[in-house]
């Protein structure tokens, strides 16, 4: 099993930065990408980035040029540096694993970006 753990989400003004990690233990072998998704109040969860075991990375519109997604994969680790954020970035973040294997996606607990106009 795969166990995902996130943090770095805040509250941050309009314009500033934030970064966020997921830490990935157990069978990372099995781990086929990772990546980040939102879902704000009212809205369905979205893809906002991800990054193949190889490296191979894609952002969603919406952040393309300002979100950029990177792994250590020497510490089991993805990453979503956020700069420029708007309030629209308002939302929960999750974290997610695709596997290889059964069951095939994890999630972590998700972490709060709140961004202040």
């Known amino acids: 099993q795969v166990q995902l753990v996130e943090s770095g989400g805040g509250l941050v003004q309009s314009g500033g930065s934030l970064r966020l990690s997921c830490a990935a233990s157990?069978?990372?072998?099995?781990?086929?990408?990772m990546g980040w998704y939102r879902q704000a109040p009212g809205n369905e969860r979205e893809l906002v980035a991800i990054?193949?075991?190889?490296?191979?990375?894609n952002s969603a519109n919406s952040v393309e040029g300002r979100f950029t997604i990177s792994r250590d994969n020497g510490k089991n680790t993805v990453y979503l540096q956020m700069n420029g954020l708007i309030p629209e970035d308002t939302a929960v973040y999750y974290c997610?694993?695709?596997?290889?294997?059964?069951?095939?996606?994890?999630w972590g607990q998700g972490t709060q970006v709140t961004v202040s106009s």
């Open positions: 997610n694993a695709h596997l290889r294997i059964y069951p095939y996606n994890v």
């Open positions: 157990g069978s990372i072998n099995s781990i086929n990408s």
């Open positions: 990054i193949t075991s190889g490296g191979s990375a």
